[in-house]
């Protein structure tokens, strides 16, 4: 599918290439290489104090290129050319696609898994190891059981029950699991709630554009003016204004009342900057949105006397109603464990509460923008969203005031936004315009996206994979000491030693690396592979809102992306 | 005085912006989509001209020639890996998706637009600073004084020299258009493909030389951006890009004189903001000027206006 | 001379012009189009009657002209100002494409709630009531789909309630088309080439169809079709355009041997070929049958007969052949 070549363009057309074609392919790719890679990778330019210098690393450029044309070569033998994938016996010779998706299956549903168990008993690290074997073998069980339906369709309707539960019990089980002893190697049950909040944030923002892009199909590029217009509101209004009209006494409760507030904010401005765009389509709409996204940034920076620019605003940190989280002056009691103490259990301070309750909040938060979107879908309003993306003039020739609906996808899709924004900042205890670049925009598209065919739970996986990989990332530190955390002393000791055989140059290059640089550039090829390979996202089916004898879902095929 | 001399530097900025705007406008008209990385190519562009003018260590001191030889060498070498770019962009992440759904080539460019800035930025390790070569030395401002004896408007020979190539290129890229088989090519790709096609048009090929003109013109406007302004860095491309498609907008989508005539509007108005109002929103102005000519009139200066057939 | 259309039509359209740029499409024509009857609009391709219907359904604003509509309540209606869904939404015109509009991602009975948006916003109160469970939204929803059911089983299709109406067939999407238009109850429904792709048998269920929706819905249909078994089987009133101007204006019969329409359908101006070409056109258009309502037509003897007798004795043996 990618950049394969084949005569006239056409798709699917199982073309036998040459061992000669095939050459020549690879050599032209292997030449186009060259200028790309020389000189912005070959060429280090650095400034030292003031100073350019720069100096040559040639061994680099010359081992991506070997990359990539090696990477092409296997693409060539296993996944384009039939004849080589027949003689490596894999599949049929005249079906391309076939051994792709075999070698694959087998890959993911195997080799991978019992790798990973086999490294995680080699860490002693047995119930981890035990749960990926419960589930291969309950899948297995399900494959014998019923041999004739699909997988997807038996676990489907468990899918977002079964997340439901999990995202309630998950700190519970954190918390517990700490208690025992029993933690994911580096993701303390500290880290590990905070990310999950952090995730949440994003699900929830994933969700709130879901109503603009994925139902109406309106191409929002500049969604992060609203999440910035929530923030910015919980900032100004819990710290200058509410206290000038309410007393300083408001402020722990601050969160609560400006919430349904910085909601109904960004819904006014979803409602103005929606207005202006209504008649654009596609590409145009997507660019304006992002101007105005932009618009908005550099608003907020230098309307000094309002935003405070680029030093931003600090604000105070979310309360639980009213009872603060912070630790007292003796050390042994927050207001919050005092409180419970006073009414419930004795409870002393501990770091995670705040953790815990922000956890929860967000998840609260996120649900309620779950549950509002599901039944606006079921709603006329709904039905006329997804009709506008199918064919907005048939829509207008059946007397929907187009207008009034897009308008109300973006006020709607702005409102969660701004909530998620309020959030955000009472979560941080600061924000600066700085939060709020392009950048998300196109990440939290990404999300939705990736996501598949506006469904709600397809965001939920690409929202998690990709805030959680950023996370992997991280973790992946410098790369020797990564690997072996990762992996055990034992594989560990393989790798370094194999690590030690390639040249100084490219061991120091690859340590003194820091991987979380990579995790844009990782988002921005996703996006472009999965659109290549996946473009309907990873959820492909749809579920009609009304039936009237049987409820059957409708192919992605046939579902369509909207024209903006 | 002032005003003449915002003008000159107005027409200058312009000049840049319409180059990358035709690029715009060029690929929009043949495959009615933006290609938002195009912005990222112009980046690379200036880019690489900064890297190999650092390699070829000129200095003030070295004789005209030897700088006019350098200086054609690096233009072409920005262009061939501009252009190396582009291409590369267009086979890999647009080509395959041609047929597909609407906001998969949408989606395909952004994520390319991030790689390109990353990729440059991971491999410069630019980070978030921008890259401050002075290059002195190399072009005595020539100070043409017209008025009062206090002030003086300049007119520098860089910016003589961006106006007039600029002017060179957008004539012989009109006259490529009007008047070559392959101008014919593209321009019947941009009315209808399939009949194109049918007529016996190679319309990939006639794709592939778009965007690779596209990016040469880019990698000339990242050339000139660089020894004008002596500063690039990895984000230039983003707000250049985003301005540039106003200009083809403004001017028009599909029409090269229109990209020209918006980007010179387009960099006057962002100067004379910058010089009487304030310089901090001078980028907003120009994204406003995007939002309001799409509104009120989204077939530009210079284009047609579009009926839908329903 | 007065037709029944004249007399209190539901459509008036006058002296409707409309140019792009240079180029004019329709050019001062003016017709009427009576309640309870079907209309059809025919004419060579490039005629300009997709672009009338674009005009009379708000999709176009004509150049000049009145599109006057009169519902049987004594509301009128200028079209030509009117938006496009407010034509559908105020007046009640609703329309199917030409190149099919569906909402192919959704199913079947979907696409007939979508029609039914107007309805289903108020007794939602515009989405507030129902998300906060004020009641009668559940009950207008069961109406709702009880009047889904309704025409898809007058259309035939409620065996595919459920399914994708991308998967229908042509044919069967082209129904599926009407049944969604007339969900919006119209008064006047405009149909672009509804018996284009349907073989002989689709088509007469067209018609029946179509006949139906005239006797039992109280709307008047305008039709654009090249199809003359269609045309001449079920209109009672034909209007003939080419380039953008009205030639031929009556009733099927009329409009059959006039030749005006015989010359901007066939060209033909030799004599001598005359016979040949009413052969034909009689062969194709079967005798207007007896069903249509009896209109208080008058003669059309204005206009020349043709020298040649018409020639009878062959015309049912061709008939029966073509039936």
Not at chain 1, 203 to 227: R, S
Not at chain 1, 242 to 259: D, E, K, N, Q, S
Not at chain 2, 196 to 217: C, E, K, M, P, Q
Request: charged share 15%; glycine share 10%.
């Amino acid at each position: 599918m990618s950049a394969a070549p084949k005569s006239g363009g056409a798709k699917g057309e199982a073309k036998v290439l040459s061992p000669s074609e095939i050459a020549k392919d690879l050599l032209i790719s292997g030449l186009i290489t060259v200028p790309i890679l020389v000189p912005i990778v070959a060429i280090r330019t650095q400034l030292d104090q003031g100073i350019l210098t720069w100096h040559s690393r040639f061994w680099l450029a010359g081992l991506l290129g070997a990359l990539v044309v090696i990477g092409r070569g296997l693409m060539y033998v296993f996944v384009w050319n039939p004849r080589a994938a027949a003689a490596l016996d894999i599949a049929a010779p005249d079906a391309v696609v076939v051994p792709k998706i075999k070698l694959s299956r087998i890959i993911l549903s195997w080799v991978l898994p019992l790798i990973i168990v086999a490294i995680l008993i080699a860490n002693a690290r047995y119930i981890f190891a035990g749960l990926i074997l419960v589930l291969i073998a309950g899948r297995e069980a399900l494959r014998i059981v019923f041999p004739d339906r699909k997988l997807s369709d038996l676990i489907g309707p468990y899918v977002a029950p079964g997340l439901l539960v999990f995202g309630i019990m998950l700190p519970i089980v954190a918390h517990l699991g700490k208690a025992y002893g029993v933690e994911l190697p580096n993701f303390g049950e500290l880290r590990l709630i905070d990310l999950a909040g952090y995730i949440l944030i994003y699900i929830m923002l994933g969700w709130g554009l879901n109503v603009v892009v994925g139902l109406a199909g309106l191409l929002d590029l500049g969604y992060v003016a609203f999440y910035a217009v929530g923030a910015y509101s919980y900032a100004l209004l819990s710290t200058v204004y509410f206290p000038r009209w309410f007393g300083v006494g408001i402020v722990p409760y601050a969160f609560y009342v400006t919430l349904p507030v910085a909601g109904l904010l960004a819904g006014l401005w979803g409602v103005i900057l929606g207005f202006p765009v209504l008649r654009l389509r596609g590409d145009y709409l997507a660019i304006v949105t992002l101007a105005f996204g932009e618009i908005i940034r550099l608003v907020l920076i230098n309307w000094f006397s309002f935003t405070s620019g680029p030093q931003g605003i600090n604000v105070p940190k979310l309360t639980f109603f009213g009872y603060t989280f912070k630790q007292d002056a003796d050390g042994d009691y927050s207001e919050f464990s005092k409180f419970i103490s006073d009414h419930f259990f004795p409870l002393a301070y501990d770091r995670i509460h705040s953790y815990i309750f922000l956890y929860y909040v967000i998840f609260a938060l996120a649900l309620v923008t779950y549950f509002v979107t599901k039944r606006l879908r079921r709603l006329p309003i709904g039905r006329a969203w997804e009709a506008l993306r199918e064919d907005e003039i048939a829509c207008r020739s059946l007397g929907i005031n187009t207008t009034n609906t897009k308008l109300t996808a973006f006020a709607i899709g702005a409102m969660f936004g701004g909530f998620a924004g309020s959030f955000f900042a009472a979560r941080q205890g600061f924000i600066s315009p700085e939060s709020f670049v392009y950048l998300e925009s196109a990440l939290i598209l990404a999300i939705v996206v990736l996501g598949g065919l506006g469904s709600p739970i397809g965001i939920v996986f690409s929202a998690t994979a990709i805030m959680g990989s950023f996370e992997v990332f991280r973790e992946l530190g410098s790369a020797g000491d990564a690997i072996k955390s990762m992996m055990g002393e034992t594989v560990g000791g393989w790798l370094s030693w194999l690590f030690a055989q390639f040249p100084t140059q490219l061991q120091d290059s690859f340590i003194g690396t820091d991987p979380v640089q990579f995790r844009m550039i990782a988002v921005g090829m996703a996006m472009v592979v999965m659109m290549l390979f996946r473009p309907r996202g990873f959820v492909t089916k749809r579920e009609p809102t009304v039936y009237l004898k049987e409820k059957k879902s409708i192919s992605g095929d046939m579902v369509a992306e909207g024209h903006g | 005085m002032y005003f003449l001399q915002q003008l000159i530097n107005g027409l200058t900025l312009g000049s840049i912006y319409g180059l990358i705007a035709i690029g715009y406008t060029m690929v929009y008209g043949i495959i009615g989509m933006i290609n938002f990385a195009h912005g990222d190519v112009f980046m690379v562009g200036s880019i690489t001209t900064f890297i190999v003018l650092l390699m070829f260590a000129l200095t003030g001191g070295s004789g005209p020639f030897a700088i006019a030889l350098a200086l054609a060498l690096v233009i072409a070498i920005s262009m061939a890996v501009a252009a190396t770019f582009n291409w590369t962009i267009e086979r890999v992440a647009y080509r395959p998706l041609r047929g597909s759904f609407r906001l998969a080539p949408l989606i395909s460019s952004i994520g390319m637009s991030i790689v390109l800035q990353e990729f440059v930025r991971i491999a410069q390790e630019g980070r978030s600073k921008p890259i401050q070569p002075i290059i002195k030395g190399k072009f005595v401002l020539m100070t043409k004084s017209v008025g009062t004896q206090d002030f003086a408007v300049t007119l520098s020979y860089m910016q003589i020299g961006i106006i007039l190539s600029t002017l060179v290129l957008m004539t012989v890229f009109t006259l490529i258009i009007q008047r070559t088989a392959l101008g014919r090519a593209q321009r019947a790709c941009e009315q209808d493909t399939k009949m194109a096609a049918l007529l016996g048009i190679n319309v990939d090929r006639t794709i592939s030389i778009t965007f690779i003109l596209g990016a040469i013109l880019a990698a000339f406007a990242g050339f000139m951006f660089f020894m004008y302004y002596n500063v690039t860095d990895f984000h230039v491309g983003f707000a250049a890009g985003i301005k540039a498609f106003t200009a083809a907008v403004l001017g028009g989508i599909g029409s090269i004189p229109g990209a020209m005539l918006g980007g010179m509007l387009i960099g006057l108005i962002e100067v004379m903001w910058s010089a009487y109002f304030s310089v901090e929103y001078k980028d907003v102005a120009a994204f406003t000027i995007l939002v309001l000519v799409l509104i009120f009139m989204p077939q530009g200066l210079l284009g047609k206006p579009e009926v839908e057939k329903i | 001379m007065m037709r029944e259309w004249d007399n209190s039509p539901e459509l008036e359209v006058q002296h409707l012009t409309m140019r792009f740029g240079g180029l004019v499409a329709i050019g001062d024509l003016s017709f009427n189009v009576a309640r309870k009857q079907i209309t059809a609009l025919i004419g060579p391709n490039g005629a300009g009657k997709t672009t009338v219907f674009n005009c009379i359904t708000g999709f176009y604003k004509p150049t000049e002209g009145m599109l006057k509509l009169n519902h049987d309540n004594g509301k009128q209606f200028l079209l030509e100002r009117m938006d496009d869904f407010r034509v559908n939404r105020e007046a009640h015109v609703a329309r199917t494409f030409q190149n099919i509009r569906l909402f192919s991602g959704m199913t079947v009975v979907e696409n007939l709630m979508v029609a039914q948006h107007n309805t289903l916003m108020k007794a939602s109160g515009y989405t507030i009531g129902a998300l906060l469970g004020l009641g009668s939204y559940k009950r207008a929803a069961a109406e709702a789909l009880d009047k889904a059911s309704y025409w898809l089983e007058k259309v035939n299709l409620i065996d595919r309630a459920d399914d994708p109406a991308g998967d229908l067939s042509y044919g069967a999407q082209r129904r599926l088309e009407i049944a969604r238009a007339m969900c919006t109850n119209p008064r006047l429904l405009c149909l672009d080439e509804p018996a284009a792709g349907l073989n002989p048998q689709e088509s007469g269920e067209l018609n029946k169809l179509l006949r139906t929706i005239r006797d039992e819905h109280n709307a008047a249909i305008l039709l654009i079709e090249h199809d003359m078994s269609v045309v001449m089987g079920i209109s009672d009133h034909i209007v003939v355009l080419d380039y953008g101007r009205k030639i031929a204006d009556g009733t099927p019969a009329e409009v059959k041997i006039d030749p005006a329409v015989i010359r901007a359908y066939l060209g033909v101006e030799d004599e001598e070929d005359e016979e040949l070409v009413e052969e034909a056109i009689v062969a194709v258009a079967p005798a207007p049958i007896a069903a249509t309502k009896p209109a208080p037509t008058k003669q059309a003897p204005a206009k020349p007969a043709p020298a040649k007798k018409p020639v009878k004795a062959k015309a049912p043996a061709k008939k029966a052949a073509r039936k």
